[in-house]
T-cell receptor, first 113, second 112 residues
Framework: DVKVTQSSRYLVKRTGEKVFLECVQDMDHENMFWYRQDPGLGLRLIYFSYDVKMKEKGDIPEGYSVSREKKERFSLILESASTNQTSMYLC????????????FGEGSRLTVL | AQSVSQHNHHVILSEAASLELGCNYSYGGTVNLFWYVQYPGQHLQLLLKYFSGDPLVKGIKGFEAEFIKSKFSFNLRKPSVQWSDTAEYFCAVKYNFNKFYFGSGTKLNVKP
């Protein structure tokens, strides 16, 4: 089974802090994604990466950056956390550009005070 | 921007009732279609997917969905729900390359 592991299930940070969310997948998937999930809004794509050191902006990239130095690891960075970034963050991976579904991690619930 | 609409935000059913959850998308080109489920406290899991071929797709746990291209729809169905189907259901559409768009989700509450 594909396993997508997110390093932190729950985080509490203060406004202005730098936040790192880590994600690791174990199936050699080419593509990795970061979504945020908010009630009533579904999942919104923040960034995705289709190769090491490659990244593409999603629909809501403002206030976020990403890093993919190794194929299995995709990090989401909040340079200066704000209260409106309180959310559930989901990492996902998929195989190939034209095929395959997303496999999700369990999520990281971030609260910014 | 492309959009995915799930019109039912919250559905309450009794066990053994039939289920149909609506999903419509806005893109007119080639799409791949998915339904995901999120059980309480768990990660999102794939229920079923459509890539090509037979527009009636069968998934896990007795779920099925029908792709109707002319209506831009991919509705999820189950003939008889169980209490264990209580979860949130998300429709997703994949457009060019890896652009996945998700609906806002439908919370299903099945009463025992």
């Amino acid at each position: 089974d594909v396993k997508v592991t997110q390093s932190s299930r729950y985080l509490v940070k203060r406004t202005g802090e730098k936040v790192f969310l880590e994600c690791v997948q174990d199936m050699d998937h080419e593509n990795m994604f970061w979504y945020r999930q908010d009630p009533g809004l579904g999942l919104r794509l923040i960034y995705f990466s289709y190769d090491v050191k490659m990244k593409e902006k999603g629909d809501i990239p403002e206030g976020y950056s990403v890093s993919r130095e190794k194929k299995e690891r995709f990090s989401l960075i909040l340079e200066s956390a704000s209260t409106n970034q309180t959310s559930m963050y989901l990492c996902a991976s998929s195989w190939g550009l034209r095929t395959g579904e997303l496999f999700f991690g369990e999520g990281s619930r971030l609260t910014v005070l | 921007a492309q959009s995915v609409s799930q019109h039912n935000h919250h559905v309450i059913l009794s066990e053994a009732a039939s289920l149909e959850l609506g999903c419509n998308y806005s893109y007119g080109g080639t799409v791949n279609l998915f339904w995901y489920v999120q059980y309480p406290g768990q990660h999102l899991q794939l229920l079923l997917k459509y890539f090509s071929g037979d527009p009636l797709v069968k998934g896990i746990k007795g779920f099925e969905a029908e792709f109707i291209k002319s209506k831009f729809s991919f509705n999820l169905r189950k003939p008889s729900v169980q209490w264990s189907d209580t979860a949130e259901y998300f429709c997703a559409v994949k457009y060019n390359f890896n652009k996945f768009y998700f609906g806002s989700g439908t919370k299903l509450n099945v009463k025992p």
